[in-house]
Structures are given as C-alpha cells and as structure tokens.
C-alpha cells in the first residue's frame, strides 16, 4: 500500500516513519507539537525542505496514527480498520506533502480529492 502510495507521489528512494500508539501517547504528542488537547487520529511531521534545504535527506518525516482512535473511526465510518489505517496514512502523507484541510474550504477539497485518488488506487491492489 505504501510502495503504491509514495511511487504515485514520485517519492522513490525516500524514508518514511510510521508509530502506532494509543490516545495517551498521541495526545502528549498533540500538546507538545500543536498545542492542542486531547487525542488525535494522526499526526504528522514533515522534513522536506528541513532547517537547512541544502542538505539532503532522504527522509519525507513521520506520520503517528492513534489506533485507539482508529478502531472508534472504523466503527463509526462502518469501514475495516485496515481501510480506516490506510487513509489515515495517506491523509498524514498529504499533511507532509504540505497538504492543508484547516486553511481553506479549497485546501480542504482539495485533499479530499487527493486522498479519494489514493485510497482508490490501493483499492485496485
């Protein structure tokens, strides 16, 4: 799913880290980062363009996905948490990819779109 993903996104040769945790661990992580309170979903951390673009890493960032969270959202979307994980990836790939659903109306269309075009492209798998 992944190779898929970051292929379409012409990411070859590129790191990604992924953590799965629970609320208690992703809400520390909320705080700590984005000054916000309470569980999340996912959270992500991009290192493209990093402190100093001049030197090269071959690391997009992390992506951290609550799967506490995750099973409430498979249950309450009726999805397998297996459908539910993959997009939260996909959704916390488009974040470090400078992907924003909380600036505009626009931005958040046009995320959805994008993260409806991978999730339908892994679906093909």
Do not use: W
């Amino acid at each position: 799913m992944l190779k898929t993903v970051l292929k379409d996104l012409a990411c070859h040769d590129k790191e990604l880290s992924i953590l799965f945790t629970d609320d208690e661990r992703i809400s520390k992580l909320n705080s700590q980062y984005l000054g916000r309170e309470g569980p999340t979903n996912v959270l992500s951390f991009s290192m493209i363009g990093g402190p100093d673009p001049d030197v090269f890493t071959p690391m997009l960032g992390d992506v951290v996905i609550s799967v506490e969270t995750a099973l409430r959202e498979s249950k309450e979307r009726g999805e397998s948490l297996e459908n539910t994980v993959c997009r939260l990836l996909i959704h916390g790939i488009l974040h470090i990819f400078g992907y924003d659903h909380e600036k505009t109306e626009f931005e958040a269309e046009k995320m959805e779109k994008e993260e409806n075009r991978l999730m339908a492209l892994i679906m093909e798998e």
